[in-house]
């Protein structure tokens, strides 16, 4: 090296480590502070690193759980839980009386009286219109002339048959000494055959005229109406003084005098839907509740299931019968029902 560069050699020569014959002293505690400082900066680095990258990158170790969770097939436990039905079917009906009838005059007339009023309990039997016809009347009088007319005329053939027997009685005794000819007391057995069929055709009349009277005295006890069943009078279309049809021409129901219900045993008419018929039959128990009565549920059963579907809106028709229904259920009322049902495998519809 020159002289010119003193300070460049003396750079290099302050670069190279000299050797020492002595080892080095321990570091004192100016430089054991040092040492732990940059310790525990290195780790507070590493701390911080650690935690921006969690922040930034998502939780590699979770998704790929979550991933094969989601790509996993089902098990069989997942299919059969996939075609189990409905643990619970509803629907809505209305409630319905079985037991109901429309009473029809069954002979024309004038009503003349109304025994009864709708709400009214009737028992079977009862009279609940009552009816005048003059036709109808006038026919029994007519009737019972014609039957009187019928026992005079087996009074006078019995009377001939008397008659006749006497005869033929002397007219035997005078053939007996010869007194008399063959041929009169032939004509004389004749007379009393003649009166004896004469008598039972008078008979056989007088049967015909009182089979004439029972049918007049019919249409006359039809003129008084009497209830069929015994019921609830649900429905009255009779005004006193209206002359009604009979019953061959009043065809249509609402030509009816009135409607009688029997409300002590009522029904339940609801529509369920298509898809649960597999799941239902007869027995199933279920509850209903009455929009009237909404507080008030009650159980019910299935009687039986309608053996056609309403393909218009996809359902079927369940006849549910009752059990402590509330004391105001009536005809007609809107009905909720729930039917819970518990599948089993291989149930198939009953």
């Given amino acids: 090296m ?5 300070p460049f050699a003396e750079a290099l020569r302050s670069l190279t480590l000299a050797p020492s014959a002595d080892p080095a002293p321990p570091p004192g505690r100016s430089a054991r502070r040092r040492i732990l400082l940059a310790a525990s900066l290195a780790g507070a680095g590493i701390a911080l690193s650690l935690a921006i990258g969690r922040a930034v990158m998502p939780d590699t170790a979770a998704e790929p759980v979550l991933l094969a969770a989601a790509t996993a097939p089902p098990t069989m436990a997942d299919s059969v839980q996939s075609v189990l ?102 004509e004389a057995q004749t007379a009393r055959d003649l009166a004896a069929n004469g008598v039972l055709q008078a008979r056989q009349s007088l049967k015909d005229a009182d089979l004439v009277v029972r049918m007049a005295q019919d249409r006359v006890a039809e003129l008084t109406i009497r209830a069929p069943i015994p019921g609830t009078v649900t429905r009255m279309a009779a005004h006193l003084g209206d002359s009604v049809l009979g019953r061959a021409d009043a065809v249509r129901e609402d030509q009816s005098l009135l409607t009688i219900t029997d409300t002590s045993r009522l029904v339940i008419d609801a529509d369920v839907a298509e898809a649960s018929l597999s799941i239902l039959h007869p027995g199933l128990r279920g509850e209903a509740i009455l929009d009237s009565y909404p507080g008030h549920p009650f159980a019910v059963e299935i009687l039986r299931i309608a053996p056609v579907i309403f393909p218009a809106k996809g359902t079927v028709s369940l006849r549910l019968g009752l059990t402590a229904p509330p004391a105001g259920i009536r005809p007609a009322m809107a009905a909720r029902i729930r039917i819970p049902t518990e599948s089993q495998p291989g149930e198939g519809p009953q």
């Fill in 2 to 6: 020159t002289s010119e560069t003193p």
């Fill in 85 to 186: 039905p409905r643990r619970e079917v509803t629907g809505s009906g209305y409630v319905v009386a079985p037991d109901e009838t429309a009473v029809f005059a069954l002979y024309e007339g004038r009503i003349t009286g109304i025994l009864v009023a709708p709400g009214d309990r009737v028992a079977a039997g009862q009279v609940l219109v009552t009816l005048a016809d003059a036709t109808a009347g006038f026919a029994l009088e007519q009737a019972q002339a014609a039957r009187a007319a019928a026992e005079l005329v087996l009074a006078a053939r019995r009377i001939e048959l008397a008659q006749a027997e006497i005869s033929l009685g002397r007219i035997s005794a005078l053939a007996t000494r010869r007194a008399v000819s063959l041929q009169e007391h032939d």
